[in-house]
């Protein structure tokens, strides 16, 4: 019948101190949850039942998009109690592998060992070795090291708190197994709850065989408890994310300070430097080079362009051989051509620059068309919003704005044109010829400066 995976995610998370439900607090900008379900599709499984409670309507409206099983647990009454609300909906003769909402860094290979293991008729769970065991389950052997049974934290004895190998909470059963072990389950323990692990000792009663799994690595097992847990997990998941950058050739000038949170593809020696943040998807073309402290956010790189240090991209397209930056602002809908170039404390948006075109200092340039080879200069402005609507600027090919203008929009300027420093344009300005608008320069002799004051210096 196939593989059923249970994701157990009903839980407050009290020690997030947060609004979110635990399994929203974002790693690597995406929820645990998502992590966690996206794991689990890569198993190709019949059917994902995500079993949630806590936080439902916050739950569902950040996550109902995903193609899973929505099963309610109204009240928290453990492990157990959890995997039930599920089990009823897993046809007979399915195998079902348990997962959990804040475990959000185990690899689809661990997994895919997890349920090889149990095959049609074992029970096969995930165990650890930890140095310090605190906090988790134990693994309880017999004299042959054959798993008799799992006893909880609060429930050890003064001998098997020095178990040092514990349960993950990742197991993989026959769905008619587990769901008559789920039948007997008993709350008869400190905390009143039924575990899941009671399974484990029912199972060696029952004489199905138990095999326990080692996790490739300690980091895939660990689960979010707190603020501190998130943010080790985020660093573990950023230099997974990093290496598998470098496997595919891109160069990180370091890997310890690079932050993915989206997707990124990448051409032939792309070169990023530090503290770069990827939000979103995000492409770029061959030879790309990124400079320390960008933040690209949805956009496309091509081939050979630089993107300089301090520089935002966001919701934008960057064509061949262009140079950004650095303190630059790509707002959204901003296209550039080839070869363009923005430079140092620019900001665009909604705009259309062509090949060749440079807007290099200082200057705010939104809702405009620009041809190829226009050269616009330090401090010009589009004013392109009159308190209620926004105006379209358009400025022909070949065409050269001065220094310190104001371009009034709605307003074009042709082909070739050339609008001299300081100017406020306000009307068409007409191909191949200087437009400027400024005030008669007076000097008047004779004139002084007018002076404060000063008490006793009469």
């Given at each position: 019948?196939?593989?059923?995976?249970?994701?157990?995610a009903?839980?407050?998370?009290?020690?997030?101190?947060?609004?979110?439900?635990?399994?929203?607090?974002?790693?690597?900008?995406?929820?645990?949850?998502?992590?966690?379900?996206?794991?689990?599709?890569?198993?190709?499984?019949?059917?994902?039942?995500?079993?949630?409670?806590?936080?439902?309507?916050?739950?569902?409206?950040?996550?109902g998009?995903?193609e899973?099983?929505?099963?309610?647990?109204?009240?928290?009454?453990?492990?157990?109690?959890?995997?039930d609300?599920?089990?009823?909906?897993?046809?007979?003769?399915?195998?079902v592998?348990?997962?959990?909402?804040?475990?959000?860094?185990?690899?689809?290979?661990?997994?895919?060992?997890?349920?090889?293991?149990?095959?049609?008729?074992?029970?096969?769970?995930?165990?650890?070795?930890?140095?310090?065991?605190?906090?988790?389950?134990?693994?309880?052997?017999?004299d042959?090291?054959?798993?008799?049974?799992?006893?909880?934290?609060?429930?050890?004895?003064?001998?098997?708190?020095?178990?040092?190998?514990?349960?993950?909470?990742?197991?993989?059963?026959?769905?008619?197994?587990?769901?008559?072990?789920?039948?007997?389950?008993?709350?008869?323990?400190?905390?009143?709850?039924?575990?899941?692990?009671?399974?484990?000792?029912?199972?060696?009663?029952?004489?199905?065989?138990?095999?326990a799994?080692?996790?490739?690595?300690?980091?895939?097992?660990?689960?979010i408890?707190?603020?501190?847990?998130?943010?080790?997990?985020?660093?573990?998941?950023?230099?997974?994310q990093?290496?598998a950058?470098?496997?595919?050739?891109?160069?990180?000038?370091?890997?310890?300070?690079?932050?993915?949170?989206?997707?990124?593809?990448?051409?032939?020696?792309?070169?990023?430097?530090v503290?770069?943040?990827?939000?979103?998807?995000?492409?770029?073309?061959?030879?790309?080079?990124i400079?320390?402290?960008?933040?690209?956010?949805?956009?496309?790189?091509?081939?050979?362009?630089?993107?300089?240090?301090?520089?935002?991209?966001?919701?934008?397209?960057?064509?061949?051989?262009?140079?950004?930056?650095?303190?630059?602002r790509?707002?959204?809908?901003?296209?550039?051509?080839d070869?363009?170039?923005?430079?140092?404390?620019?900001?665009?948006?909604?705009?259309?620059?062509?090949?060749?075109?440079?807007?290099?200092?200082?200057?705010?340039v939104?809702?405009?068309?620009?041809?190829?080879?226009?050269?616009?200069?330090?401090?010009?402005?589009?004013?392109?919003?009159?308190?209620?609507?926004?105006?379209?600027?358009?400025?022909?090919?070949?065409?050269?704005?001065?220094?310190?203008?104001?371009?009034?929009?709605?307003?074009?300027?042709?082909?070739?044109?050339t609008?001299?420093?300081?100017?406020?344009?306000t009307?068409?300005?007409?191909?191949?010829?200087l437009?400027?608008?400024?005030a008669?320069?007076v000097?008047?002799?004779?004139?002084k400066?007018?002076?404060?004051?000063?008490?006793?210096?009469?």
């Amino acid at each position: 019948m196939g593989l059923h995976i249970v994701v157990l995610a009903a839980g407050k998370g009290k020690r997030m101190h947060s609004a979110l439900p635990k399994v929203l607090q974002p790693l690597g900008d995406r929820p645990l949850l998502k992590h966690v379900v996206e794991a689990a599709q890569t198993l190709a499984p019949e059917a994902i039942h995500v079993v949630y409670g806590h936080g439902a309507e916050q739950v569902q409206s950040a996550l109902g998009y995903l193609e899973v099983n929505w099963a309610f647990q109204e009240k928290q009454l453990g492990t157990g109690h959890a995997v039930d609300q599920a089990i009823g909906d897993v046809p007979a003769g399915a195998q079902v592998l348990v997962l959990y909402g804040d475990v959000p860094l185990i690899r689809a290979g661990t997994l895919s060992h997890l349920v090889d293991a149990a095959g049609d008729d074992a029970l096969a769970l995930l165990t650890v070795v930890l140095d310090d065991p605190t906090g988790y389950g134990r693994i309880k052997r017999d004299d042959d090291n054959r798993v008799v049974g799992i006893v909880e934290e609060k429930d050890t004895s003064a001998d098997e708190r020095y178990i040092r190998e514990v349960n993950t909470g990742l197991i993989c059963a026959q769905a008619d197994h587990l769901r008559d072990w789920l039948s007997r389950l008993t709350n008869e323990n400190t905390q009143g709850e039924y575990y899941l692990t009671d399974c484990i000792a029912m199972a060696a009663g029952d004489g199905v065989s138990i095999i326990a799994g080692q996790a490739g690595s300690i980091e895939e097992t660990q689960g979010i408890n707190d603020k501190r847990d998130l943010a080790v997990a985020e660093r573990l998941l950023q230099r997974r994310q990093a290496d598998a950058l470098m496997a595919q050739g891109l160069t990180l000038r370091d890997p310890e300070r690079f932050d993915l949170r989206g997707s990124l593809r990448i051409g032939r020696d792309c070169i990023v430097d530090v503290n770069a943040v990827i939000e979103g998807e995000v492409v770029l073309g061959d030879g790309v080079s990124i400079g320390p402290n960008c933040v690209l956010r949805n956009c496309v790189i091509g081939d050979h362009s630089q993107v300089l240090s301090h520089t935002v991209v966001e919701h934008a397209e960057i064509g061949m051989r262009c140079q950004v930056g650095p303190f630059a602002r790509l707002r959204p809908d901003t296209r550039l051509g080839d070869r363009a170039k923005i430079g140092n404390f620019v900001e665009t948006k909604k705009i259309t620059l062509g090949k060749g075109s440079k807007i290099n200092h200082l200057s705010y340039v939104g809702d405009a068309s620009i041809g190829d080879n226009v050269n616009i200069g330090a401090g010009v402005i589009t004013c392109n919003y009159d308190g209620a609507n926004k105006h379209q600027t358009t400025i022909g090919d070949d065409a050269f704005i001065g220094s310190n203008c104001q371009l009034v929009a709605p307003v074009a300027i042709g082909k070739g044109a050339t609008i001299g420093a300081g100017s406020t344009v306000t009307r068409s300005a007409p191909a191949q010829a200087l437009t400027l608008t400024r005030a008669k320069q007076v000097t008047i002799d004779g004139w002084k400066r007018p002076r404060k004051h000063m008490p006793g210096h009469d």
